[in-house]
């Protein structure tokens, strides 16, 4: 079943707290917005009732963007609690008579990746899997031997096509939006490659620490965190070929094939640091050499992109919270004014987050009688982010059976491929100074091509601690 719509909805972790932030929410909007009337099935084991769920859903939606009545009474009333262990065959009995007529539900799995394969063969076994969709949440996989034996499990029970790997990254409209610019417009296209490009920068900054998370940061680290999924797939969206065709999987094709060209990274090619206070973060190891920055220098094996460097680079306690990325341009062969340009004078700025905004550098020149110019950015548009929030898009396109702005198996193998080479202690750790650009040596790393242009943030910075997550 790659299409056609779902005919239940049913969520495992229904009292957790992705349910409580995300899935809640999601739901009252796709009420509200799109006329969603399916059963929705929550599944926990918390030794809690129908009438809980439904305080907690209220609780959830009075904490998170709001309660609107009449979508809240038609969600309630939709609902269903079912109660039990995962491990346990008699909750997964009940879960199906409680789908009743259902033949196409799906089935959403807001529990950790090691309890993947349990539930999975739970729903196969009582015959809920029976022509139904799976969505799982990252992190899928902790390296690539992980991601692959992770992806067997569910193959078990579950055909490719009817697994949704969810990542909200995907689903936010600035990630989008740097698709439907480079493609929509013709001025782009032409000079989008190794003739016209010199370099490409991708930032992610976030101004705060890991706060209360210490102890999941820890077994995690930016690479992990942010890099291996978020930021390859902006850099995807960034410089995959354009799709053809009308299949829903052009798009996910052509991403697949951009990914499986990235060169896996070599230690020299990756500068990890961490901000000095982390290992006082409660949950954090004393002597922890986790990454919470990291930069990297990465290459494109095809003929588009053969010799342009690509530097990412995602820390914490950063200066501002801002994730864009940055297409530089290379010079005309010679200066016809004999003048010293900076080489980052012409450029595409792409920012997508916590705004959205496209701006053009280019020089212009200084009134008086001299040829002389300056360096300016033409904004060409800027919006406040995310009409609709990823959950939502995301959860509707699931139900639709639209995998398009889902990670597909290939994707997350050749995104694991790429960061494998230099996960965990591949590479020292440099301390940096909170409120910086992390250590010195990142600037080392990108000397030749450089330097690092700074994110400048369209609107106040910290409108939100999560805006660039």
């Known amino acids: 079943m790659s299409n056609g719509m779902s005919d239940a909805f049913v969520f495992f972790g229904a009292t957790g707290d992705l349910a409580y932030k995300q899935i ?24 809690w009732n129908l009438d809980q769920l439904k305080a907690r859903a209220k609780d959830s939606l009075e904490n998170n963007g709001g309660l ?19 491990a346990d065959a008699a909750t997964f009995t009940e879960l199906r008579k409680q789908l009743g007529d259902a033949k196409a539900p799906l089935h959403y799995l807001a529990v950790p990746p090691s309890l993947f394969g349990t539930v999975a063969e739970g729903l196969a076994k009582s015959g809920c899997a029976t022509n139904a969709r799976i969505v799982v949440e990252k992190p899928f996989g902790h390296n690539l031997p992980s991601a692959q034996e992770l992806n067997r499990t569910l193959h078990r029970f579950f055909p490719e096509e009817n697994i949704y790997r969810i990542d909200h990254y995907l689903g936010k409209e600035p990630v989008q939006n740097i698709l439907y610019t480079r493609f929509a417009n013709p001025i782009f296209e032409p000079i989008w490659n190794r003739e016209y490009v010199r370099s490409i920068q991708i930032t992610m900054a976030e101004s705060f620490g890991v706060s209360d998370r210490g102890r ?18 902006v850099l995807g969206n960034l410089t995959m070929a354009p799709p053809t065709g009308e299949d829903h999987d052009a798009e996910r094709d052509q991403k697949a094939a951009l990914l499986k060209a990235v060169v896996p ?11 000095k206070g982390y290992k006082q973060v409660p949950g954090v190891a004393p002597g922890s050499t986790v990454e919470t920055f990291v930069a990297m220098k990465l290459h494109i094996d095809s003929w588009r992109w053969a010799g342009v460097p690509i530097y990412i680079r995602a820390g914490k306690v950063m200066p501002v919270t801002c994730m864009e990325a940055i297409v530089e341009f290379k010079r005309p062969p010679r200066e016809t004014f004999h003048e010293i340009v900076p080489r980052q004078s012409s450029h595409l700025r792409m920012q997508v987050g916590p705004d959205i905004s496209i701006d053009l550098g280019v020089r212009v020149k200084v009134p008086g009688e001299r040829m002389v110019g300056q360096d300016v950015e033409l904004r060409l548009k800027s919006q406040a982010v995310d009409v609709m929030p990823p959950y939502q898009r995301l959860l509707g396109d699931a139900m639709r059976g639209n995998g398009e702005l889902f990670a597909r198996q290939d994707l997350v193998e050749a995104q694991w491929r790429i960061v494998q080479p230099i996960l ?28 690092w242009i700074d994110p400048q943030p369209s609107s106040a910075d910290n409108r939100s601690q999560a805006a660039a997550k």
């Open 24 to 47: 809640f929410p999601s739901l009252q909007d796709l009420i509200r917005d799109e006329g969603f009337s399916l059963p929705i099935i929550g599944v926990a084991k918390a030794g």
């Open 68 to 86: 609107e009545q009449a979508a809240f009474e038609k969600l309630v009333s939709l609902l269903h609690y079912v109660d039990g262990d995962y």
């Open 216 to 233: 999941f940061y820890d077994e995690t680290g930016a690479i992990r965190d942010v890099v291996q999924n978020h930021m390859l797939q």
């Open 265 to 275: 990274l070599k230690p020299e090619d990756v500068v990890r640091g961490q901000y």
């Open 424 to 451: 965990d202690n591949v590479t020292p750790v440099y301390q940096y100074e909170p409120g910086t650009w992390g250590p010195d040596e990142a600037v080392q790393l990108i000397a030749q091509d450089g330097p």
